[in-house]
């Protein structure tokens, strides 16, 4: 079974703050992906990154950073230099990869970590 | 590219009567689509996976005769909550596979939702 942690329920900082939110998955297979949405209050899922488990290379889009570790079963992504428009709440999610018999791209979502930039 | 919508964005209904929500992709073809419900301050839970062509692959738990899904084409996704109650207020939303995925490109695209209410 695949299983995805966000043990940040929410977090608060002041605008131009740097802040991490954390997700660690488990799963049994060999190969698949990660994602990482942005869900701002309006209610639309925006979709960020998609990172595939054998390629660990560290992402950075702008202000945006993406740091998988395999060893550790982490995805974590931080925003640098925080502003008011990240405020939404920013889900982590895995799907099993082709090779591991999976089906038909389901999506495991964390429960979700409401970010709040304070000006 | 890979813009899903939905419509309608919100509805109001009585107790007792169907409610059909339309998911489109505009400018890709979606061999495959899925459904998703959100209670407040939630994270996203699947209700079905619908394949053009073939009938829905619906989750444990989630009512088929409750929950209609039709996708007639490889655009368009219809979910029918038939005679809606109270408890089916929520907030639904599709998503749809990216046809550009390739081996290791999957990444689905979600729409912008529907805020449903049932009086």
């Known amino acids: 079974a695949q299983k995805v942690t966000q043990a940040q329920t929410e977090i608060s900082v002041v605008e131009k703050e740097d802040v991490t939110l954390d997700c660690v998955y488990e799963?049994?297979?060999?190969?698949?992906?990660l994602f990482w949405y942005k869900q701002p209050p309006s209610g639309e899922l925006v979709f960020l990154i998609r990172r595939n488990s054998f390629d660990e290379q560290n992402e950075i889009s702008g202000r945006y950073s993406w740091n998988f570790q395999k060893s550790t079963s982490s995805f974590n992504f931080t925003i640098t230099a925080s502003q008011v428009v990240d405020s939404a709440v920013y889900f982590c999610?895995?799907?099993?990869?082709?090779?591991?018999?999976?089906?038909?791209?389901?999506?495991?979502f964390g429960k979700g970590t409401l970010l709040t930039v304070n000006p | 590219g890979a813009v899903v919508s939905q419509h309608p964005s919100r509805v109001i209904c009585k107790s007792g009567t169907s409610v059909k929500i339309e998911c489109r992709s505009l400018d890709f073809q979606a061999t495959t689509m899925f459904w998703y419900r959100q209670f407040p301050k939630k994270s996203l839970m699947l209700m079905a996976t619908?394949?053009?062509?073939?009938?829905?692959?619906?989750e444990q738990g989630v009512e088929k005769d409750k929950f209609l899904i039709n996708h007639a084409s490889l655009t368009l996704s219809t979910l029918t909550v038939t005679s809606a109650h109270p408890e089916d207020s929520s907030f639904y939303i599709c998503?749809?596979?990216?046809?550009?995925?390739?081996?290791?490109?999957?990444?689905?695209?979600f729409g912008p939702g529907t805020r449903l209410l049932v009086l």
């Open positions: 998503s749809a596979r990216s046809p550009l995925a390739g081996r290791n490109q999957e990444t689905q695209y």
């Open positions: 799963t049994r297979d060999t190969t698949y992906y």
């Open positions: 619908s394949n053009e062509g073939s009938k829905a692959t619906y």
């Open positions: 999610a895995l799907s099993r990869g082709l090779n591991s018999g999976g089906s038909n791209y389901k999506l495991t």
